[in-house]
């Protein structure tokens, strides 16, 4: 299936093979529908991996399908970009090279925001890509499902660890790191950088961002295999019954 998707503002094609919507995709929705409904209010997923996997992506399309079906509940995706720090902060505190890494989040302030996210008229934050700095309150929680996504969400470090008891259900996408290295790469190139400043960048911050990703998250409900062609393959799942 091709579809088109708005992604942090950019328009463009995305492609998903009919196998795995049929075997995978579909199967989750309509699992997640029934535990929402067994639940009897908002359900919070759990959307985590590492730069380059497309998360935004998959995110939109699960938002696609969930409502192109209705027996499907309408999921919304919200992304974990607005709890980085102001750049103001980062300067402050010497972090702006490292930003995107865990550090240079607010995750006080992303505690806060989703013990919120059962009220009628929760909002969250976003990033603004002009501004490079985020904006609060800026999207309205509308759905009955709400898929969090970012590197982080998994993270088994202090701090980071006490988020999963927040989530009913958590999603982990992983990916051999040449397979990321590339796209990330390519993703750079795209918004102007010469291919050896974008390999560079990939080498000093990506590649890292990465490594800590892969190598120090926690456990998922479902573990995801994101394959060279984009595809997916089921690595480890727990079923809600």
Request: glycine share 4%; net charge negative; hydrophobic share 40%.
């Amino acid at each position: 299936m091709n579809v088109e998707l708005d992604v942090n503002g950019l328009s463009y094609i995305a492609t998903f093979p009919d196998k795995d919507i049929r075997d995978l995709h579909l199967p989750l929705l309509r699992m997640l529908t029934e535990f929402q409904r067994r639940k009897k209010q908002r359900l919070i997923v759990f959307l985590a991996a590492p730069p380059g996997v497309g998360k935004s992506t998959l995110t939109s399309f699960w938002q696609i399908l969930s409502r192109q079906d209705m027996a499907l509940k309408d999921l919304q995706g919200l992304p974990m970009d607005g709890f980085h720090r102001y750049n103001s902060y980062l300067d402050e505190h010497n972090l702006r090279a490292r930003k995107g890494a865990p550090e240079t989040f607010d995750l006080g302030l992303l505690k806060d925001y989703l013990a919120t996210l059962q009220q009628p008229d929760a909002r969250w934050p976003a990033y603004d890509r002009n501004l490079h700095d985020p904006l609060q309150d800026a999207i309205e929680v509308t759905s009955p499902i709400l898929v969090i996504e970012g590197n982080w969400l998994l993270l088994k470090e202090p701090g980071w660890q006490e988020l999963l008891a927040l989530c009913d259900y958590s999603i982990f996408i992983t990916s051999p790191i040449e397979n990321l290295k590339q796209r990330l790469i390519e993703r750079k190139m795209k918004g102007g950088l010469s291919h050896q400043d974008a390999e560079n960048f990939f080498e000093t911050s990506d590649a890292l961002n990465v490594q800590r990703v892969l190598n120090h998250s926690q456990r998922a409900d479902m573990t995801l295999m994101m394959l060279p062609d984009g595809s997916y393959s089921t690595v480890d799942i727990n079923i809600l019954d």
